[in-house]
């Protein structure tokens, strides 16, 4: 059935659609019916069925005789190093976890944190808390102390794993420090934390921290327990207007059933081949596409710990690619911005035998016609573009290269996938004919992996998503939809900006550099840059009195939101002003701002070391009447 064909059938009859999609799953009670829409608007999926991720992700391939076959290859080369763990080690590995966890008294929807670098024992410790029922929620490495505190006091976990330290180029991030500090600030306290040292950095222990490999040592090996349906997999906090992160709830029985759907008809990909996805576990991607599609589908994933480039050189994508077999790659389009900088004609592609790669995928952020002209002419296979996002942790709007591949309409990620019916509203909430640009929103119910809710903050999921435009989903992206029924993606319509494929809150940043008190007030955009997309700039109008050297002000408040937030925030503009744009009701223009930023009276340079850029921002919003001299 080709992609129309597939469309329409989920239209027809989209409980039988999803049931179908189900039998690919193990469940250890089968689910009766797919759709429970009780509690409208809030939905829930195969919330009869019973079934666990880990067992659906490991244990049933290696019954199924994939024992031998890698699950995870780990390739490193920051520091030197690659392995490959079974389908049977991974079984061994996640039931002797999961039973350390369990002796500790880690039982069925308990939070456990996770804060690790790209290592495979990452994924070790997602799956042996979904095999033991433990809801995980892993943080990303590159977020500072206080982000951390703020998560683990949400989600109050039992226990935290984390790894002494992760690899930058040229410095290592001890992880423990940080950790430490965080459940300092927290309220919340962790009964223990499980460490895994990495020898570049050893971390010192407290009473509190058991050795990674200690812990497990004698452990008795955790049996997979039965989850329902809708029984949370994990919480991944992701980036909302504010300060205080969002936690994205996903429920386990629908996320195995989306995903397994998407690895053969989206991706294209044949259980036992090898799929990379170049993220970090710490992003939705990560979740996704590193961990739990590759291995509910019984593919082989790679974990990559490294950069696209300077390890050892542009090549390494392509080495990784061909030595490891990998059909197809999935990553953000920043990674092929890095490459094509410093390699711009491809050069090190030739020396690699790519002859089995089929497809590249493109995500996160918005694709550059230069980026995908540049992938598509080097490497000869299709590039795709698709979006998502967390909340929905797989395609809304993408090419199902497996169903049938569509034309590539270049700036489109192409059409809306079976489970959403996407429209483009006006203010009011009413549709708007095609090539008319208006909020991106889904018709309710999202299909099943979706998020079912935020952590314990469910009247902040209604008010967030649900409550402009009743009956649909608002997804947070303005864009358009043409003839053809191609999706275009062309802005966020709140406070969140996409820096280098990673999603941030400019109000989050805001909230720090109002705590400096030097800043009696500040405003945060989103300016384009050529690597990362997008990059934070701060407005600071200083308080009464002040007189300090603006550079020294601006170099603390550049100090504080790497400290706080984490240096993830790639934080580096920052500029003193008069006053800030406002409308009469006294609501900060942001979106003018930032238009000024983008427009003709303001180009960013290429080089955000440039210190002529703030000069000539401050100019351009002098010539509006906004800066002081
Ligand atoms: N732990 C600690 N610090 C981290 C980190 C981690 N896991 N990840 C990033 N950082 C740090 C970086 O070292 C950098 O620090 P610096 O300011 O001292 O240089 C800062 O956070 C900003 O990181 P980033 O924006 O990623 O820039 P980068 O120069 O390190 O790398 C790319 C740029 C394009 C190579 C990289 O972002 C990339 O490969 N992105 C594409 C893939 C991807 O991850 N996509 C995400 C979702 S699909
Ligand atoms: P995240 O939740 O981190 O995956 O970020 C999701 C956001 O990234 C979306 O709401 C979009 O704003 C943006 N995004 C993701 N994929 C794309 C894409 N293919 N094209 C344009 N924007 C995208």
């Given at each position: 059935m080709g992609y129309r064909e597939t469309y329409q059938s989920w239209q027809d009859d989209p409980e039988a659609f999803w049931m179908k999609a189900a039998e690919a799953i193990s469940w250890s009670k089968k689910p009766t019916k797919a759709l429970n829409d009780a509690n409208a608007p809030f939905y829930q999926w195969?919330?009869?069925?019973?079934?666990?991720?880990?067992?659906?992700?490991?244990?049933?391939?290696?019954?199924?005789?994939?024992?031998?076959?890698?699950?995870?290859?780990?390739?490193?080369?920051?520091?030197?190093?690659?392995?490959?763990?079974?389908?049977?080690?991974?079984?061994?590995?996640?039931?002797?976890?999961?039973?350390?966890?369990?002796?500790?008294?880690?039982?069925?929807?308990?939070?456990?944190?996770?804060?690790?670098p790209m290592v495979p024992e990452a994924l070790v410790a997602m799956l042996a808390c979904a095999r033991i029922g433990a809801v995980h929620s892993v943080v990303f490495g590159g977020f500072a102390a206080h982000e951390l505190a703020v998560r683990i006091d949400d989600a109050t976990p039992k226990a935290i794993i984390a790894g002494s330290c992760g690899?930058?180029?040229?410095?290592?991030?001890?992880?423990?420090?940080?950790?430490?500090?965080?459940?300092?600030?927290?309220?919340?306290?962790?009964?223990?934390?499980?460490?895994?040292?990495r020898e570049e950095c050893r971390a010192d222990m407290t009473a509190r921290d058991h050795d990674w490999n200690a812990f497990q040592q004698d452990a008795p090996h955790a049996a997979p327990v039965a989850t329902k349906g809708d029984d949370p997999l994990y919480i991944l906090y992701t980036s909302g207007t504010t300060g205080q992160p969002k936690g994205v709830l996903r429920p386990a029985g629908g996320h195995a059933v989306a995903l397994h759907w998407t690895m053969s008809n989206i991706y294209d990909i044949k259980p036992g081949e090898v799929f990379w996805a170049a993220s970090d576990v710490g992003w939705v991607v990560g979740h996704?596409?590193?961990?739990?599609?590759?291995?509910?589908?019984?593919?082989?994933?790679?974990?990559f710990e490294g950069k696209p480039v300077g390890t050892p050189d542009a090549g390494t994508f392509w080495r990784v690619i061909s030595e490891h077999k990998a059909v197809a790659l999935f990553t953000a389009p920043t990674a092929f911005r890095a490459i094509k900088r410093v390699d711009p004609d491809g050069s090190f592609i030739g020396n690699y035998d790519l002859s089995h790669f089929r497809t590249l995928f493109l995500a996160g952020e918005r694709a550059d016609p230069d980026t995908?002209?540049?992938?598509?002419?080097?490497?000869?296979?299709?590039?795709?573009?698709?979006?998502?996002?967390?909340?929905?942790?797989?395609?809304?709007?993408?090419?199902?290269?497996?169903?049938?591949?569509?034309?590539?309409?270049?700036?489109?990620?192409?059409?809306?996938?079976?489970?959403?019916?996407?429209?483009?509203?006006?203010?009011?909430?009413?549709?708007?004919?095609?090539?008319?640009?208006?909020?991106?929103?889904?018709?309710?119910?999202?299909?099943?992996?979706?998020?079912?809710?935020?952590?314990?903050?469910?009247?902040?999921?209604?008010?967030?998503?649900?409550?402009?435009?009743?009956?649909?989903?608002?997804?947070?992206?303005?864009?358009?939809?043409?003839?053809?029924g191609y999706v275009y993606i062309m802005a966020r319509t709140d406070d969140v900006?996409?820096?280098?494929?990673?999603?941030?809150?400019?109000?989050?940043?805001?909230?720090?550099?109002?705590?400096?008190?030097?800043?009696?007030?500040?405003?945060?955009?989103?300016?384009?840059?050529?690597?990362?997309?997008?990059?934070?700039?701060?407005?600071?109008?200083?308080?009464?009195?002040?007189?300090?050297?603006?550079?020294?002000?601006?170099?603390?408040?550049?100090?504080?939101?790497?400290?706080?937030?984490?240096?993830?925030?790639?934080?580096?503009?920052?500029?003193?002003?008069?006053?800030?744009?406002?409308?009469r009701s006294g609501k900060i223009l942001r979106a003018?701002?930032?238009?000024i930023a983008d427009g003709e009276a303001f180009k960013m340079p290429a080089t955000i070391d440039d210190p002529a850029i703030l000069d000539e921002m401050r100019e351009a919003l002098q010539t509006l009447g906004y800066a002081q001299n």
């Amino acid at each position: 059935m080709g992609y129309r064909e597939t469309y329409q059938s989920w239209q027809d009859d989209p409980e039988a659609f999803w049931m179908k999609a189900a039998e690919a799953i193990s469940w250890s009670k089968k689910p009766t019916k797919a759709l429970n829409d009780a509690n409208a608007p809030f939905y829930q999926w195969f919330s009869d069925g019973e079934m666990n991720t880990c067992y659906n992700a490991v244990d049933r391939h290696v019954e199924d005789g994939r024992g031998d076959q890698a699950a995870i290859i780990y390739d490193s080369p920051v520091t030197d190093t690659k392995r490959t763990l079974t389908y049977a080690e991974l079984q061994e590995a996640t039931a002797r976890l999961g039973g350390a966890l369990q002796a500790k008294g880690v039982a069925k929807g308990d939070r456990v944190i996770i804060y690790m670098p790209m290592v495979p024992e990452a994924l070790v410790a997602m799956l042996a808390c979904a095999r033991i029922g433990a809801v995980h929620s892993v943080v990303f490495g590159g977020f500072a102390a206080h982000e951390l505190a703020v998560r683990i006091d949400d989600a109050t976990p039992k226990a935290i794993i984390a790894g002494s330290c992760g690899i930058e180029p040229g410095r290592i991030v001890p992880y423990k420090p940080l950790l430490d500090d965080a459940i300092e600030q927290s309220a919340h306290n962790p009964e223990f934390c499980v460490i895994l040292q990495r020898e570049e950095c050893r971390a010192d222990m407290t009473a509190r921290d058991h050795d990674w490999n200690a812990f497990q040592q004698d452990a008795p090996h955790a049996a997979p327990v039965a989850t329902k349906g809708d029984d949370p997999l994990y919480i991944l906090y992701t980036s909302g207007t504010t300060g205080q992160p969002k936690g994205v709830l996903r429920p386990a029985g629908g996320h195995a059933v989306a995903l397994h759907w998407t690895m053969s008809n989206i991706y294209d990909i044949k259980p036992g081949e090898v799929f990379w996805a170049a993220s970090d576990v710490g992003w939705v991607v990560g979740h996704s596409y590193i961990c739990y599609a590759p291995l509910i589908y019984g593919a082989t994933t790679i974990v990559f710990e490294g950069k696209p480039v300077g390890t050892p050189d542009a090549g390494t994508f392509w080495r990784v690619i061909s030595e490891h077999k990998a059909v197809a790659l999935f990553t953000a389009p920043t990674a092929f911005r890095a490459i094509k900088r410093v390699d711009p004609d491809g050069s090190f592609i030739g020396n690699y035998d790519l002859s089995h790669f089929r497809t590249l995928f493109l995500a996160g952020e918005r694709a550059d016609p230069d980026t995908i002209e540049w992938a598509q002419a080097r490497l000869g296979v299709p590039v795709i573009d698709h979006w998502w996002q967390t909340e929905t942790g797989y395609t809304m709007v993408g090419n199902p290269m497996g169903l049938e591949p569509l034309p590539v309409k270049i700036g489109s990620p192409t059409v809306p996938m079976p489970g959403y019916r996407i429209e483009v509203l006006d203010e009011a909430g009413h549709p708007v004919p095609s090539g008319t640009l208006g909020t991106i929103a889904a018709k309710l119910p999202l299909p099943p992996g979706t998020l079912s809710g935020l952590w314990q903050a469910q009247d902040r999921f209604k008010k967030s998503y649900l409550t402009n435009f009743p009956g649909y989903y608002e997804t947070g992206d303005a864009g358009m939809v043409d003839e053809d029924g191609y999706v275009y993606i062309m802005a966020r319509t709140d406070d969140v900006i996409n820096v280098a494929g990673h999603r941030l809150s400019t109000g989050a940043m805001e909230e720090v550099l109002a705590g400096l008190p030097d800043v009696a007030e500040c405003a945060v955009i989103g300016v384009k840059d050529e690597l990362k997309g997008q990059l934070p700039m701060g407005f600071l109008c200083l308080t009464d009195g002040i007189t300090r050297p603006h550079a020294d002000v601006v170099k603390d408040a550049i100090a504080r939101v790497r400290q706080e937030i984490g240096p993830v925030a790639a934080f580096k503009l920052a500029c003193v002003v008069d006053r800030l744009p406002k409308t009469r009701s006294g609501k900060i223009l942001r979106a003018t701002m930032a238009k000024i930023a983008d427009g003709e009276a303001f180009k960013m340079p290429a080089t955000i070391d440039d210190p002529a850029i703030l000069d000539e921002m401050r100019e351009a919003l002098q010539t509006l009447g906004y800066a002081q001299n």
